[in-house]
């Protein structure tokens, strides 16, 4: 329950569909986030418990849920949506949270 | 409209304390109902969760850093603070100070702990820890 699993690159063309995973026991039973890190900035919360978006954050930003794994889905990728996305649950057992290692998305 | 920033030293030596201030503007945290917290970011342990504390002074630390940290909030000055003792290198990161992602329901008890997501960020504060 203290690891979730992304991978650690994914790449995609401009206007076509990204789609990054993150499993782990965890999220069995809590709700999975999604987090946007820009080179140099601070991360920004794009998807909220499971699949909601947070007022702000594009449209094509989107996110689902099934068994232990959550994904985030970028739909019409953009050369603005290049950056570090990072997912993160509650822990099950005890009061922490954990997060993934981080997937770089990269556009072509 | 809220912002936090962090502020302290920017170098640390071993073994001595980590002290950080989170400035927030734009909401009061008195009586907020929302958590305040820590988290920090180094390339060998990626980003981690340090704590959250509630406008009573009330904590929740990470159970691996829980005998080293200590948090608390001054609202007269609208601020949160980060401690944490006996560094090492593997200290060395960029901390960020956060509000939780969604404040208590009306009614709820802190003492369930926080809503463990966290929005916004501050902008981040590195810290190298260094003789």
């Known amino acids: 329950s203290h690891e979730l699993t992304q991978p650690p690159s994914v790449s995609v063309s401009p206007g076509q569909t990204a789609k990054i995973t993150c499993s782990g026991d965890a999220l069995s039973d809590q709700y999975g986030y999604w987090y946007q890190q820009k080179a140099g900035q601070a991360p920004v919360v794009v998807i909220y418990k499971d699949a909601e978006r947070p007022s702000g954050i594009p449209e094509r930003f989107s996110g689902s849920s099934s068994g232990t794994t959550i994904t985030l889905t970028i739909t019409g990728v953009q050369a603005e949506d290049e950056a570090d996305y990072y997912c993160?649950?509650?822990?099950?057992?005890?009061?922490?949270?954990?997060f993934g290692g981080g997937t770089k998305l990269t556009v072509l | 409209q809220l912002q936090l920033k962090e502020s302290g030293p920017g170098q640390v030596k071993p073994s001595e304390t980590l002290s950080l201030i989170c400035s927030v503007s734009g909401v009061a945290i008195r009586r907020s109902s929302y958590f305040w917290g820590w988290i920090r970011q180094s390339p060998g342990k990626g980003l981690q969760w340090i704590g959250s504390v509630f406008d009573d002074g009330r904590t929740f630390y990470n159970p691996s850093l829980q005998s080293r940290v200590s948090m608390s909030v001054d609202t007269s000055k609208n601020q949160f603070s980060l401690m944490l003792k006996d560094v090492t290198a593997a200290d060395t990161a960029v901390y960020y100070c956060v509000r939780d992602g969604e404040e208590l329901w009306f009614g709820e008890s802190p003492g369930a702990g926080p809503k463990k997501w966290f929005d916004p960020w501050g902008q981040g504060a590195r810290v190298t820890v260094s003789s």
């Open positions: 993160q649950a509650g822990d099950r057992n005890v009061i922490n949270v954990i």
